[in-house]
């Protein structure tokens, strides 16, 4: 089993920048496939950012650019930079973990993130 606890989400005017954070609970980095996702009141989930065990990147379209994911393997952690924000960039903001050999996946409980003036 792995947990995973994000924070840093909160409220942020338009134009603001916020760092969210994902701490897993073991080292998993190496075989993993860490994301961030976000689910909008109404909407569905959707994928905003992912990293390998290799450290390659992939971003949505709608964030390129303007968020960074990373991660400190040394302290189990993911990061998510998001600058530029805007009021559609408003959601819940998970962190999951994910590896196909076998199928396995974990989610955390998400942190709020409310872009508004």
């Known amino acids: 089993q792995v947990q995973l606890v994000e924070s840093g989400g909160g409220l942020v005017q338009p134009g603001g920048s916020l760092r969210l954070s994902c701490v897993a609970s073991?080292?998993?980095?190496?075989?993993?496939?860490m994301g961030w996702y976000r689910q909008a009141p109404g909407k569905r989930r959707e994928l905003v950012a992912t990293?390998?065990?290799?450290?390659?990147?992939a971003y949505a379209d709608s964030v390129k650019g303007r968020f960074a994911i990373s991660r400190d393997s040394a302290k189990n952690t993911v990061y998510l930079q998001m600058n530029s924000l805007k009021p559609e960039n408003t959601a819940v903001y998970y962190c999951?973990?994910?590896?196909?050999?076998?199928?396995?996946?974990?989610w955390g409980q998400g942190t709020q993130v409310s872009v508004s003036a």
């Open positions: 073991r080292s998993i980095f190496s075989s993993y496939v």
């Open positions: 990293i390998t065990g290799s450290g390659s990147t």
């Open positions: 999951d973990a994910r590896r196909i050999v076998p199928v396995t996946t974990y």
